[in-house]
């Protein structure tokens, strides 16, 4: 059964710091790998993904990396601001159509 | 930009009392799924659904929920008889065809509240 672990739970920092989030996965057996973004109360949206092939992927100020082989993949945040400032979550997919499979989530604050 | 929408935003029920969550999905996906996030807790699972049938369910998805998608752009969760433990947030999930098309696109959510 695949177990997504996403730690810290919370994390901290002041504007401008990079942020560095970390997911991991027991079964390296994905089809790609999906990052969300959830403010309170709100309902998911997605910020990058990436495919089983792919190492990396960009956007903007985000970029994530991917090792299958290890089962991590972590989600880099460039120069922060406040407005990040929110819970990150990572989830895996097993094979297409199927379903994800979520982490617990990274609290993230970022204080002026 | 599209985007996949839930109705309603918030209900409160009774106990025992049949609830029905409402989404639209983004007009061209044809991959539908609901996740519920009890909270504090992880999202979870519930149901997928193409092609008119259920794909794959969780063991959430016992006999009290359904779905159907009774036209061409509306996918429903019915829950026949709430208990306490369904109060959640409902997601709804929709994504393309396409074996490079994996995203899934989440709504807003629908929060549950059962007395």
């Known amino acids: 059964k695949q177990e997504v672990t996403q730690i810290p739970a919370a994390l901290s920092v002041p504007e401008g710091e990079n942020l560095v989030l970390n997911c991991s996965f027991t079964?390296?057996?994905?089809?790609?790998l999906q990052w969300f973004r959830q403010d309170p109360g709100k309902g998911l949206t997605s910020l990058l993904l990436i495919q089983s092939s792919q190492r990396e992927q960009t956007s903007g100020r985000l970029n994530a990396s991917l090792d299958k082989s290890s089962g991590r993949s972590t989600l880099y945040i460039a120069a922060s601001q406040p407005g990040d400032s929110a819970t990150y979550l990572c989830?895996?997919?097993?094979?297409?159509?199927?379903?994800?499979?979520f982490g617990g989530g990274t609290r993230v604050l970022v204080k002026p | 930009e599209p985007e996949v929408t839930q109705t309603p935003s918030h209900q409160v029920t009774q106990m025992g009392q049949e609830v029905i969550l409402r989404c639209v999905p983004i007009?061209?996906?044809?991959?539908f799924y609901w996740y519920r996030q009890i909270l504090g807790q992880k999202v979870e699972f519930l149901v997928s659904?193409?092609?008119?049938?259920?794909?794959?369910k969780s063991e959430i998805f016992d006999d009290q929920f359904s779905v159907e998608r009774p036209d061409g752009s509306n996918f429903t969760l019915k829950i026949r008889s709430t208990k306490l433990e369904d109060s959640a947030m409902y997601f709804c999930a929709s994504r393309g065809a396409g074996p490079k098309t994996g995203e899934l696109f989440f709504g807003e959510g629908s929060r549950l509240t059962v007395l």
């Open positions: 659904f193409y092609n008119n049938e259920i794909s794959e």
């Open positions: 007009s061209n996906h044809l991959y």
């Open positions: 079964d390296s057996a994905i089809y790609n």
């Open positions: 989830a895996v997919i097993k094979a297409a159509g199927n379903k994800l499979t």
